[in-house]
């Protein structure tokens, strides 16, 4: 699940951040090395999807490095190096978790709009009479049957091509498994909008 595993990947990053950013309200001594720790996941995270916004994000941390660095030689210590140090590794992670939640905003609004698409096959193929039935069949089966049938429906094939070059097939498939699991615990309207209004009295 390529998109989704990023997502779910950047959602842990940030929520790992809410640690970090305890240590430093505390005043632990230890907040400039976590920030860095976590500075350098982030980095890993966006370079591991090929993201520019990994680059930013170096220089940032090496923002933080090149203060320590530099408390060091002018010879601060105790609160006035610790604070020269805080002050940077704060903006260096305002600037990343920035990046991290607009990256992963993109990716959520990429994966809804994949999802919309595949509820408005499914609620075709419902139309149209060719969902295949989900009775007496595993989770998984039903997934395959439905895909092969938005693969093979005239009024379907269109958006399932189009799917499948845009989406990696784990991808595709949790969820269109998402969407089925909608449909059979009646959260989505489509089998009504089958059946048409009369029906649904």
């Not at 400039?32 to 916004?53: I, M």
């Not at 379907?156 to 845009?166: D, G, H, K, M, Q």
Request: glycine share 4%; aromatic share 4%.
């Amino acid at each position: 699940m390529i998109r989704i595993m990023q997502a779910e990947k950047l959602r842990e990053c940030l929520a790992n951040l809410n640690n970090v950013v305890i240590r430093y309200e505390m005043g632990r001594l230890d907040f400039s090395k976590l920030a860095l720790d976590w500075l350098s996941k982030a980095e890993t995270q966006l370079r591991e999807e090929r993201r520019p916004e990994a680059t930013e994000i170096l220089t940032a941390r090496t923002n933080v490095i090149s203060s320590i660095d530099r408390s060091k030689e002018e010879g601060k210590h105790g609160t006035a190096r610790r604070r020269a140090e805080a002050i940077a590794a704060i903006d260096a992670i305002c600037v990343a978790e920035t990046l991290l939640r607009k990256r992963l905003l993109t990716l959520e609004d990429e994966i809804d709009a994949y999802e919309d698409k595949l509820v408005e096959a499914v609620t075709g193929l419902t139309v149209l009479g060719h969902l295949p039935s989900m009775a007496g069949v595993g989770r998984n089966f039903w997934a395959q049957q439905v895909w092969s049938a938005l693969e093979t429906q005239e009024a379907t094939r269109p958006t399932a091509i189009w799917l499948s070059t845009a989406l990696a097939v784990p991808d595709r498939m949790f969820l269109l498994d998402r969407v089925l699991q909608r449909v059979r615990s009646s959260q989505l309207p489509i089998i009504v909008a089958a059946r048409g209004p009369e029906s649904a009295n």
